[in-house]
């Protein structure tokens, strides 16, 4: 009996997965993402710190954006970081998870963070290094002073010409990165990126940009499964999967 009941979930589970939701989704391995990552509703125990931090760093922040010193462009950006963690729980966790589910042992993220998010992507495991790669010296420097102030010391900040010795299972590109740093990612792909790897780019519905670079990479050979989700793309380079491109939406995460 109970051998009878594991076939007759197996089989609601693959007539669900086709059509779930209406996205077609006829993978296991996407249908299990879409379903018990991307939309997971558990608690893991490091959030409320993290959720912490968010305020610790929401005050900080504010004091950036009143500092009269700044030149314009960081003015900008420090203004912009601020607004953008007011609403950014939800897509953090959503990183935590999905970085916790596919287990990478290399990773990196590309251009600028006040941050947050690389906290969450470090205290995934912090026995692995993450790169941060490319990003401004102002922000550089910031974040790596919020950084230590938080007890994250798994981190390596470099240029991107640098990480020409590693090959990344999984690379973020930030929603604010600098164009020649995006183009010479793009130029050199197959050096950052496994042959299995995800990559994850945000804005991809919400800068110009960033579309079409999402658009490009969507069409790629090496990827055969993406995911968007408005506010960000996830790109999938995995052996057995079929080419599929499936819309999503932003609420779609926790």
């Known amino acids: 009996m109970p051998h009878l009941k594991y076939q007759v979930q197996k089989r609601f589970t693959r007539l669900v997965s086709k059509h779930y939701r209406g996205f077609g989704i006829d993978s296991p391995f996407i249908y299990h993402i879409v379903r018990n990552v991307i939309e997971a509703k558990m608690h893991y125990y490091p959030f409320k ?11 900080v922040l504010k004091e950036k954006v009143l500092d009269e010193s700044l030149n314009v462009e960081q003015a900008f950006w420090f ?10 729980t939800k897509f953090n966790r959503f990183l935590f998870r999905f970085v916790n589910f596919v287990n ?8 600028d963070d006040s941050g947050l998010n690389l906290t969450y992507l470090a205290k995934v495991d912090t026995r692995r290094n993450l790169f941060c790669l ?47 740093v995006l183009l010479e990612f793009e130029k050199n792909l197959d050096k950052y990126l496994n042959t299995e ?6 804005n991809i519905n919400k800068e110009k940009g960033m579309n079409l670079l999402w658009n490009r990479f969507k069409k790629m050979e090496r990827f055969n499964v993406s ?17 599929q491109n499936h819309n999503l939406s932003s609420s779609s995460y926790k």
Do not use: W
């Open 79 to 88: 203004k912009s970081e601020y607004e953008h963690l007011k609403d950014c």
């Open 134 to 180: 490319g990003a401004t010296p102002y922000a550089n420097a910031f974040s790596q002073s919020i950084l230590k102030e938080q007890g994250v010391f798994n981190l390596r900040f470099s240029e991107l010409e640098v990480s020409n010795n590693h090959a990344f299972d999984l690379i973020q590109i930030s929603r604010t990165v600098a164009p020649e």
């Open 197 to 202: 790897s995800y990559l994850i780019i945000e």
């Open 49 to 59: 710190k993290l959720d912490r931090q968010c305020r610790n760093m929401l005050s």
């Open 104 to 111: 990478p042992q290399n990773i990196a993220f590309i251009g």
């Open 227 to 243: 995911l968007d989700l408005f506010d960000i793309g996830i790109l999938i380079a995995r052996k057995g999967l079929k080419k």
